[in-house]
């Protein structure tokens, strides 16, 4: 149990269309990353978020966006989805700087058709 | 990013302990070397992480190559529970790095009872 959850765990779009998932941090925790994984792969970072703001990015297009809220939860949107977005989506959280460990959800797995 | 090596996969008998080894040639100065593991329908894990010395937690030991060069996660004795994908990352200690996470391919472990 990390005190990372995600929601929602399984959902299923179509080309074209946009969506959202969810974070909850671990209480405490000010830095939240991103996380895609796909099939048979290691995860890939997405970005991460330090006090409300974007604070370092991946490879990945503009489409991908966040949010992170001073409750601790955060928010990953995927606008114009593609068949390649069908992947595993981690989200991890952790206080910045420290070197430490980082904490991850299970992951929402999405399925784009 | 730094870049790791790790066999693709290993086998072990339950209760003998499991050598994982890794390369980091090009491993720089501020970089800590991190061990996570990914348990199949799980998000990743943090096992272990060190900078210079070998170092010991609950669930495993890592040793550290003089030059830094390589290490080698060991877990003492290995349980079902620790059949995994094993991810030897390097992770720039700087602040402005963040919690970015550079993740391979990573190592499966089987263990058969």
């Known amino acids: 149990e990390t005190g990372v959850t995600q929601s929602p765990t399984h959902l299923i779009k179509t080309r074209g269309q946009q969506v959202t998932l969810r974070c909850s941090s671990q209480s405490g925790h000010n830095t939240v990353s991103w996380y895609q994984q796909a099939l048979g792969q290691g995860p890939q970072f997405i970005f991460q978020?330090?006090?409300?703001?974007?604070?370092g990015r991946g490879n990945f297009p503009p489409r991908f966006s966040g949010l992170q809220f001073p409750n601790y939860s955060s928010e990953l949107n995927v606008n114009a989805l593609e068949l390649d977005d069908s992947a595993l989506y981690l989200c991890?959280?952790?206080?910045?700087?420290?070197?430490?460990?980082?904490?991850f959800g299970e992951g929402s797995r999405l399925t784009v058709l | 990013d730094a870049k790791t090596t790790q066999p693709n996969s290993m086998e072990s008998n339950e209760e003998e302990p499991v050598h994982l080894p890794c390369n980091h040639s090009t491993i720089s100065g501020t970089d800590y070397i991190h061990w996570y593991r990914q348990l199949p329908s799980q998000g990743p894990e943090y096992v272990i992480h060190?900078?210079?010395s070998n170092v010991n937690n609950r669930m495993a030991s890592l040793a550290i190559a003089e030059d830094r060069k390589s290490s080698t996660l060991i877990l003492h004795r290995a349980t079902l529970r620790d059949a995994a994908v094993y991810y030897c990352i390097l992770r720039d200690r700087g602040k402005a790095a963040g919690n970015k996470l550079t993740f391979g391919g990573g190592t499966r472990v089987l263990v058969k009872p």
């Open positions: 060190g900078l210079t």
């Open positions: 978020y330090y006090r409300e703001e974007e604070n």
């Open positions: 991890a959280s952790s206080l910045i700087g420290l070197g430490g460990e980082l904490f």
